[in-house]
Structure formats: structure tokens, C-alpha cells
């Protein structure tokens, strides 16, 4: 006697085409990515995908922001186990951030897809103010800045982390030198050098009430609440705010 398959909610088969989209990348690269190939590889209707989704702009935005966000998570869970201390910090952000860069391949293959699209444009602005504040947030209790131009700093920051991460990806730089180096841009730009962080862990100065807490675990906790990410790191929320067809 045959089953009768289980009907999927509109949200759990937006996160079933996501994931099949997610695959279809992968395998095929952003150009294999459509509507129609979606729907046959997810076995559903076109008129179930268009639904969602409604163009393939659509479908690679609501991607987009899907990937970003796991992205993201990946990065704050990172820093609510890093160790205290300036360094230690800088380490984790660096070493969550490439390890992102190498096992999502698709977030830049959908990001170049996408070039040249003004709502991308706003996507990425979006994207790198979240980052920015994020990394300001943790890094904060060691450097003297105003949190304004902290920001500014964290996001000059994340602009020589794309670059490094493009030359990971063409194999000119290995994983420890490219850690390395985000770690050290990210130290010099804490705005008094090593000397910062020195202070916060000694307990001395200004940062000494916020680093004896373990600013890495507390202060990424709260951001990570702010960006929407959850235990799974799925960025739901995001997308059905955002997402073109939710």
C-alpha cells in the first residue's frame, strides 16, 4: 500500500529549495542555478518554485542571504568559545572567517552571480555593516576608539579579509598566512597596537570591567542575538523578512 508524501509548509519548502539550491551551486556553479533547474532537481512544480522565489535574481538574493548568514554564525560561535584577550579574539574572528571562505564556495560563487544588481548592492552594504559592528562589539573592550571610528576601522578590515580570502581560493596563501595576517590587520587596527589588548587583560585601564567578564563569549552572544543567528545558524529570519516571494 502506497504513502501519501508529507505536504511541507510554505516555510519548510522555501528551506527545501534553499538547500537543493545550495547543492545545485556546489555542484554546477551559479550558472547551473535557475528557476527550472531548481524545480526539477527538487522535485516540484515550476509554479512552486516561482512562488517562492519569482525570478532568479530572487532565488540567488534569498541564497545570498541564507549563506551570509551561516556565515555569520559560524563566526560568533567561533568567539563565544575564544579565549580572552586582544589576540585570542583576533585569532578567532581570522580563523572562523576563512574556514567560512573555504567550506562555502557558493557565497562568493552567488556574490559574483549577482554583480552588478542594485538590490546586491544594498545586500552587501547591509552585510558588511553587520560584520563591522559585530567585530566592533568583541573588539571593543580592547582598543581606546570611539565605537564609531572602531566600526570604520573593523570595516576597512573586512575589505583586506575579501581580498585575502580571494587569494586562498587561487592557492597564492595558505590558511595559517592568511590567518595570520587578518590577525594582524585586525590587532593594528585596534588603534594603540598590542598595547591594547595588554591592557585589557591585564585589568588595567578603561577596558578592565568589560574584559574580566570574557568579552569574546558575552559581548558575541549579544551581537549574535542582534544578527539573527540561532543554534542552527539558518538566518530564517532574515530571508522571510528580506526574501524576494517569501
Not at 587578518?182 to 598590542?194: D, E
Not at 569574546?216 to 549574535?224: D, Q
Amino acid at each position: 500500500m502506497g504513502t501519501t508524501p508529507t505536504r511541507l509548509s510554505k516555510q519548510a519548502r522555501r528551506e527545501q529549495l534553499l538547500d537543493t539550491a545550495v547543492a545545485i551551486v556546489r555542484t554546477r556553479g551559479a550558472d547551473g542555478l535557475t528557476l527550472v533547474t531548481l524545480a526539477e532537481e527538487a522535485g516540484v512544480s515550476r509554479p512552486v518554485v516561482y512562488g517562492h522565489f519569482a525570478t532568479r535574481p530572487g532565488l540567488l538574493l534569498a541564497l545570498h542571504r541564507r549563506l551570509d548568514e551561516r556565515h555569520r554564525a559560524a563566526v560568533t560561535r567561533a568567539l563565544r568559545s575564544a579565549a580572552t584577550g586582544a589576540d585570542a579574539v583576533a585569532r578567532a574572528i581570522s580563523t572562523a572567517y576563512f574556514a567560512c571562505a573555504t567550506d562555502m564556495p557558493e557565497l562568493g560563487a552567488v556574490t559574483a552571480a549577482l554583480k552588478g544588481s542594485p538590490e546586491m548592492e544594498a545586500v552587501r552594504h547591509d552585510s558588511a555593516d553587520r560584520y563591522a559592528e559585530l567585530m566592533a562589539t568583541v573588539l571593543r573592550p580592547y582598543s581606546p576608539l570611539a565605537p564609531k571610528d572602531l566600526v570604520l576601522r573593523c570595516a576597512g578590515v573586512l575589505g583586506a579579509a575579501d581580498a585575502l580570502a580571494a587569494e586562498l581560493n587561487r592557492r597564492r596563501a595558505t590558511d595559517d598566512e592568511a590567518v595570520a595576517a587578518l590577525t594582524g590587520l585586525i590587532m593594528g587596527s585596534l588603534g594603540g597596537g598590542a598595547e591594547s589588548g595588554r591592557r585589557a587583560e591585564s585589568g588595567a585601564g578603561p577596558a578592565q570591567s568589560e574584559a574580566g567578564a570574557g568579552p569574546a563569549e558575552t559581548e558575541a552572544g549579544a551581537a549574535g542575538a542582534g544578527l539573527g543567528t540561532g543554534p542552527a545558524g539558518s538566518g530564517v529570519g532574515a530571508e522571510n523578512e528580506a526574501g524576494p516571494g517569501a
